[in-house]
């Protein structure tokens, strides 16, 4: 070997290493004489030929060694050799044949950890969700998080807390992500993720990139009152309430309690409010739109009482319900058909209740969560209301439309329904305060639950769904239901609603003999003896009296 040049003994070195037969013994002759002058493309070489741990070893501690045992100073201005061993990994994850390649490359990347190789935030951030990689790319002592984005780790909050203690910046916005902070706002109903941000000096005071608000201000808006109040225990200022009330959205509607307690105006305001000047001030908040303050006045206390005898004093429901409709002020209020059932029974408290055998009966009518003009919505077509109206004949549901009984088995609320049985399929439906049945039946699956009633085409109210008895996911066969959730997000029924609601088809005679029932914010799934076994006691303020008007 001493009489070849520097091309003929690498030439060779690179054959021994991508023959399909690996010969140890030549390999390690050729490296040895090679040493002082292996260059660092000889490990991509092993790498690419799927050579194992051994091999890229022996290959990194000798070009580390000719480089100040540095990986990075050897490959300065060339490909990263981590990056080429995670693509193999991306490679050959999938294939259950390549298991020792796969643990070769874990094993591989523990080697360039103890030669002083650098990891990138860009490799950080192509593995963020690949656990075990990304546990091992953070134990390097080099590391590079100054432009990692924190908001792509918040749900893995173990990692999340680990790059953090590495150093990534929790007060960086990278790219077009807004702060962390902000993120953190948006993680359910967990508070985690910002409470490791908060224990590691974020900014309370950093404005939202796209919102130009502070971080409680958000907190607030979103109707995330736990992260509000731990951002107050952590030292966050309140804003402005008289700013706040002009830009806060429909569905922040418990966000008055949350002042009250956190800020002392917005308490005096409150406490002030009584049966002489509730009115006035409801009016005032209708004028300014203040929805917040309209939804805490709506609330079942002495104060909600005094507003509603004073409505109807004035005989103003028809006029209130319609801005109630068109502005998402959520409320409910009781519907009694009299013509059918009489009047509702009360207890010894005066509250509301339902007794099982249906002698007497009552819906609870509900206004949208989620309200919006959808006039112009492709799939709110003038004619949802006929078409997706059923009636009742002989203990089974039929189809106004074409007098077939309702079945499941041609439209679903799943995209691909290929592979499900007709009892897997589900629509969208709406009880209407009369009782009429609304099944999506042939409509479009863009129907939503505030296209089933609304009002006529170029009046005031066309595009706003009316306030409705329940709404959610159905399953119908042959006429019968089997499974109804109150799964509507324009209405979020309460399990009330929706008890009424079965309580009422029950007595039609259209559930089925294996009949389930869901409630969408606790996931509980109820047989049918469960749902008439359970007491509904309604405390809705009665806001119609005896006057007969309807929307």
Known sequence: MKNKSFEQLYFELKNVIEAEEFNADAFFDLARTLEKNLPPEIILTAINANQGYGVVKYLSKRVSSNHENSLDKAFEGKQNPIDLVLSKYIQYKNDPKSKKLLNNIIEVLEVFQEHDCTVSSKTVENFAFEPQILNL??????IDLSEVNLNLYM??????KKIIAKGADVNKCVGYNDYPIFQAMHQG???AALEILLENKVNLNVK???TNKDPLFDAVFSNNIPAAEKLISYGASMFDFELFSKEIPFWSNNIIDFLVKYDKTTKEFIENISATNVYEIFNKAKDENNTPLISYLLKDNQQGKNLFKAIKKEGAQKENIKYFQKNAVQFKYSYINKELYGKP????NGKWSVEFGFKENKLLIGSQNHSRDESTTIYNTADIQERSKTYIKNGKIYNSANDKIL???????NLDVTNLDKEELTTVYILAKDGNLHVQNDLHTGTNHSHFLKGKVGEELYGYGKPIACGGLINVIDGKIKFISNNSGHYMPSLDQLKLAIKYLYNQ?????DFKAQDQLTKNTYNLQEILESPVIDDTPDLFGESEWSL
């Not at 790319?137 to 080099?142: A, F, R």
């Not at 005679?509 to 003999?513: G, R």
């Open 137 to 142: 790319l953070l134990d390097y002592k080099n």
């Open 208 to 210: 939202s990139k796209y």
């Open 407 to 413: 079945s499941c088995d041609k439209f679903s609320m």
């Open 189 to 191: 109903n967990s508070t």
């Open 155 to 160: 749900p893995q909050l173990d990692i999340f």
């Open 345 to 348: 029974i009360k207890n010894e």
């Open 509 to 513: 005679n259209v559930l089925a003999e």
